[in-house]
């Protein structure tokens, strides 16, 4: 098990802490910003209502950041969990606003909310359903299915198939910013190695800067100081947008249950039924306080995960200076607005290391699992099954909408495929095993043992 630099409960310097704070928020905040963004396109929604929807996003990601890491009552989980809008949401949200416009969202989204706030309720049986297994494949899958989004940041950030995606430029930036951050984990020392991913991805943007790459024009067009409203829509409540709404916080709810099963692995924490319920219940609430101060929902960023296997940094307390920072970017947005002019290539070169250090977790994981047949087709079937939705989407094109708004993310496929056959497949003790094929392997080494 890796080495943690901080612990959970840790406190580094003030200094340290912001910097270590800061890496977290440039891992988190592309997509905080690109959920809004998708959305309001969408809409066709006019710009000083798009930029209202990003501030109101990035203040309410920060509060409910701070209060998963801090814990207020039975509300967080208390361990480094970076918070903010998800686009397991972008969808339902989506369909919801052509035909009922941001007050549908935003209703809907506040009366689905309870989908989470009354499930949390019942993680401690729910936590029983993620056996090492099904929590191995759930780990990987994370890992695999957010993998193609850093390497089409390291390809441009720009549709594929167009004309500056894979540019050799792009490619040989997001490259170099992927060996930075390497050398710096390998053969930094303290700080150095622990802030890998915001000093990498610092030099890839003063290298972009050299090259003409970086773009100031959000800058220039954010305003310095705004204040998010509450209730700046109004809100109304369409069953259908709620049916659909609450659809996608089922799925987030698997999801999130995942990336804390993630967490805990990163962290070296136990993950009981009971950090599971006070997680969850601050997903729902936090979602509930979004729509409140006009915002799309709020998950928890299984990315962020990443940023601790590479660091070693699990500082809760840092993580909860991330959220205060994200609560400054949305009542600053001129802030928000400068760290998005950092290239995609640079944020891809990153991305890819942190999330290729949550599939070596998962696979750690897997490691550990029991060697037999049982375990073997849990593992493979339900790794398949999530890989096949998350490379061909396109596989449930012709699928209702409904169906393709469960399974349309090769996380919860994989997750609920596994939890399928765990509870399916029956479990078949060693002494009726036929012939020595079949017998569990740490049955076979237990045996030599006494021999």
């Known amino acids: 098990m890796n080495h943690l630099l901080f612990q959970v409960e840790d406190r580094p310097p003030l200094l340290t802490s912001l910097l270590l704070a800061a890496q977290h928020m440039l891992a988190a905040l592309g997509g905080i910003i690109a959920v809004p963004l998708v959305v309001g396109a969408a809409l066709r929604l006019p710009a000083d209502q798009v930029i209202a929807l990003i501030n109101a996003a990035l203040l309410g990601s920060g509060v409910v950041t701070f209060i998963q890491c801090k814990g207020v009552g ?29 007050p549908g969202i935003l209703g809907s989204s506040l009366v689905a909310s309870l989908v989470m706030i009354i499930g949390s309720r019942f993680m401690p049986c729910i936590r029983k359903l993620f056996p090492h297994a099904v929590t191995g494949v759930v780990v990987t899958m994370i890992g695999l299915s957010l993998t193609p989004v850093a390497i089409d940041w390291a390809a441009g950030g720009v549709p594929r198939g167009s004309l500056g995606y894979g540019a050799p430029a792009n490619l040989g930036v997001a490259l170099f910013v992927l060996v930075t951050v390497i050398a710096l984990v390998q053969f930094g020392k303290g700080i150095v190695s622990a802030a890998a991913v915001v000093i990498g991805m610092s030099i890839g943007y003063l290298v972009c800067l050299g090259l003409g790459m970086v773009d100031f024009a959000p800058v220039q067009r954010a305003p310095i100081f705004a204040v998010p409203q509450p209730l700046m829509y109004g809100m109304s409540f369409p069953i259908g947008g709620i049916v659909a709404m609450a659809i996608a916080f089922m799925v987030t709810m698997v999801e999130t249950t995942g990336a804390f099963m993630a967490l805990g692995a990163a962290t070296q924490t136990k993950i ?19 729509a409140i101060m006009s915002s799309p929902p709020v998950s928890t960023f299984a990315q962020n995960v990443g940023v601790i296997s590479l660091t070693g940094v699990a500082s809760r307390h840092v993580v909860a200076l991330t959220g205060v920072m994200l609560f400054m970017a949305g009542l600053f947005p001129v802030l928000g607005a400068l760290v998005v002019t950092i290239p995609k290539p640079v944020i891809g070169g990153a991305g890819l290391m942190m999330f290729a250090m949550i599939i070596s977790a998962g696979i750690q994981l897997l490691s550990n699992v029991e060697h037999n047949k049982r375990n073997g087709i849990i593992m493979a079937v339900s790794i398949g099954c999530g890989l096949a939705v998350a490379v061909r989407p396109e596989l449930l094109g012709k699928l209702p909408a409904f169906v393709k708004e469960i399974f349309g993310s090769g996380i919860t496929v994989g997750a609920l495929v596994a939890i399928t056959l765990n509870l399916v497949l029956p479990e078949r003790p060693v002494e009726t095993l036929e012939d020595e094929d079949d017998v569990p392997q740490a049955f076979i080494t237990k045996e030599l043992e006494v021999a």
């Not at 039975?74 to 416009?101: D, N």
């Open 74 to 102: 039975p509300v967080g989980i208390r361990l480094p969990c970076v918070m903010g809008t998800s686009f397991a949401f972008v969808g339902a949200a989506i369909s919801v606003g052509l035909e009922h416009g941001v």
């Open 272 to 290: 009981r039924g009971s950090n599971l319920a006070r997680g969850i219940l601050c997903d729902g609430v936090g979602s509930a306080f979004a």
